[in-house]
């Protein structure tokens, strides 16, 4: 089994083609037991206002069961854009954003 991780790089997602593409591909990565979909742990950011706390999290995270890469895909909510972060320690850091 071979992964691809070391080619791939994170990205913000502006389109709606760009997004069914990225999840066509983390969709058919689990499919091949390529990637594994892992439980969201950890929100991307932390904020605080006079009324709560506010955290928002990443709708998806995959590890690499190849090589132990982390990637972090927040799906869109147009006109609000999404993303795709890249962890290649496996190590999920929330303030390098």
Not at 33 to 59: C, L, M
Request: overall charge negative; glycine content about 6%; charged content about 30%.
């Amino acid at each position: 089994m071979e992964c691809d991780c070391n080619e791939r790089y994170g990205t913000d997602i502006d389109s709606y083609k760009l997004f069914e593409e990225l999840k066509s591909f983390f969709d058919e990565q689990v499919k091949k037991n390529v990637f594994k979909d892992i439980p969201v742990t950890e929100p991307f950011y932390v904020g605080h206002s006079d009324v709560q706390d506010i955290r928002w999290y990443a709708t998806k995270w995959y590890k690499c069961n190849v090589c132990g890469c982390l990637w972090e895909f927040d799906y869109p909510d147009f006109p609000a854009k999404g993303f795709v972060r890249k962890f290649e320690n496996g190590l999920y850091l929330s303030d390098s954003r």
